[in-house]
């Protein structure tokens, strides 16, 4: 993070912190100090940790001014330094569940809606099983005409949604073999897609 944005944000909070830490802190100069140095000390923690979990620096700075405004707000003095801590990564979890809450949040609309947009209705019973059985045929088809190795890795990662390390201990494998193992068996089995089912 950059110092001028670093400065702007510690003195944001410290005029944060003027306004809202009489609740908490004790009054005047000694209250914003004691704040001040809480978010110093754990400004690195807290953006690290958020940007671990957005994978976007500027995501990231706001997350964590939002995370410290909410601190500002609830901090409890009374508690220890690493129960502060606790706390703060607490906040943090919440504030980042609720951006991703909002993020993926899916809009959902009335029935009226979806039949004024042209929607004409649930399928017929034949249609849907015909429909919905190819997509799985033509799994089935690809990975058959994987090698076994390939076709355990997909299996594993895919299928029974296992995370690259699990993969990796049940094949006896390192992690970043399983890694490259899974990218040449997409890449075989996009290449065979056309071979084995017909369709581009």
Not at 60 to 65: I, K, P, R, V
Not at 179 to 189: E, H, T, W
Request: a neutral charge; hydrophobic letters at 40%.
């Amino acid at each position: 993070m950059g110092t001028l944005r670093h400065n702007q944000q510690s003195s944001q909070f410290a005029a944060a912190g003027r306004n809202t830490t009489e609740a908490r802190f004790p009054r005047g100069e000694e209250g914003v100090q004691e704040f001040q140095t809480f978010y110093q000390e754990n400004l690195g923690l807290i953006y690290r940790y958020v940007y671990s979990k957005v994978g976007n620096r500027e995501e990231a700075e706001d997350l964590t001014s939002q995370i410290f405004i909410k601190a500002v707000r609830g901090v409890d003095t009374e508690r220890g330094a690493q129960s502060m801590q606790k706390w703060l990564f607490q906040v943090a979890r919440t504030t980042i569940a609720d951006y991703w809450r909002l993020h993926y949040r899916v809009s959902v609309g009335s029935l009226d809606e979806l039949l004024e947009a042209g929607w004409e209705g649930p399928a017929e019973e034949g249609s849907v099983d015909v429909i919905s059985s190819r997509p799985i045929e033509r799994v089935q088809r690809i990975l058959q005409a994987l090698p076994e190795h390939y076709r355990e890795v997909l299996s594993c990662r895919f299928l029974l949604n296992l995370s690259i390390k699990d993969t990796a201990l049940r094949m006896g494998l390192t992690e970043a073999n399983v890694k490259v193992l899974q990218f040449r068996a997409l890449k075989r089995a996009a290449d065979l897609e056309y071979v084995v089912t017909g369709t581009i």
